[in-house]
């Protein structure tokens, strides 16, 4: 009786890929690369930190975005006998280097803020104004068009963030703009650059930690592992339940392994149907495979 006897239902690991998602990131890349030059050479021009910042964030964005591109394209794959599960993990690799660059950048900015401080510069604060104005519409089309996709996509939430954190960095140009203009104080531009990088640190090391959780194949957070063990239990024709193991693949979905054993008298090749149902329903996990063994007969954990 013991075997990898398992339940076929959703045993198809290829995942849809969202045209829709890829649409969206198509625009935007095309968007923020366009600006990016602009920005720069608005920034170069005018002295400003804060526009020559943002540049940067956006030439990051640009790249990021690209690489999204390239990992929705990768995904669309098919699943071999070498790559069983597709490779729609491409997609949780593109999320952890975007948050990698994104910390990255932070680390230039702020090292870039601490030189203006110490000798500052003259910045042309009109010119700044204007670009970061025609900066942050076009990062407000940016988020808005990548909201309006999957939010459970990875992938795209990572191109968002680096979107939203090019919004933050015009809105505060504008902010540093403005207040040269009135007070002449140009040491506001580095403050407010600081300020920002602050801002983004915070979501790109979030995205950061997911994604590494998702490729350590850690237990997805919305699943209790005691619980899913007690629930399996109580399951008729369930005898025993153990070695129960969970991990994300991609985005919101989950896979799982565990050993049953039959209870007296029941059919021990219905369990792994019986309890893979079960843990698609209550648990949100999209696919088991469930092993059964003889009654008493459970390995120990490895």
Do not use: C
């Not at 994104?102 to 670009?131: C, Q």
């Not at 899913?228 to 392994?257: C, K, M, Q, Y």
């Amino acid at each position: 009786m013991t075997g990898a006897a398992q339940d076929e239902t959703g045993h198809d690991h290829k995942l849809e890929v969202s045209a829709g998602n890829e649409a969206r990131m198509r625009l935007v890349f095309g968007m923020t690369a366009g600006y990016a030059v602009v920005q720069a050479v608005g920034g170069w021009l005018s002295g400003s930190l804060a526009l020559i910042a943002d540049s940067g964030h956006m030439v990051s964005d640009a790249a990021a975005l690209l690489l999204a591109l390239i990992a929705y394209r990768v995904a669309r794959k098919a699943a071999t006998a070498e790559v069983s599960y597709g490779y729609h993990r491409v997609r949780v690799l593109a999320a952890l280097a975007n948050g990698a660059s994104l910390l990255i950048l932070v680390a230039w900015i702020t090292f870039e803020a601490i030189k203006r401080f110490r000798d500052p510069v003259e910045v042309l604060a009109g010119p700044m104004l204007i670009v970061a104005l025609v900066g942050l519409t076009v990062n407000i089309a940016g988020v808005l068009i990548l909201r309006a996709g999957n939010r459970g996509d990875t992938n795209l939430r990572g191109a968002l963030l680096h979107v939203m954190g090019d919004m933050l960095g015009s809105v505060g140009a504008i902010g540093a703009a403005i207040g040269i203009m009135l007070t002449g104080w140009t040491v506001l531009d580095p403050i407010l650059s600081v300020l920002v990088a602050v801002l983004v640190v915070r979501s790109a090391w979030s995205l950061v930690a997911e994604s590494v959780f998702v490729l350590l194949q850690a237990t997805p957070s919305h699943i209790d592992t005691k619980a899913v063990l007690d629930d399996i239990a109580t399951l008729p024709g369930v005898g025993e339940v153990a070695h129960f193991h969970a991990w994300t693949l991609t985005d919101n979905r989950s896979v799982a392994t565990l050993h049953v054993t039959p209870a007296p008298g029941a059919d021990p090749l219905a369990l792994p149907r019986l309890v893979a149902a079960r843990l698609t329903e209550r648990h949100g996990i999209s696919h088991a495979t469930v092993e059964v063994n003889p009654p008493g007969a459970i390995p120990p954990e490895a």
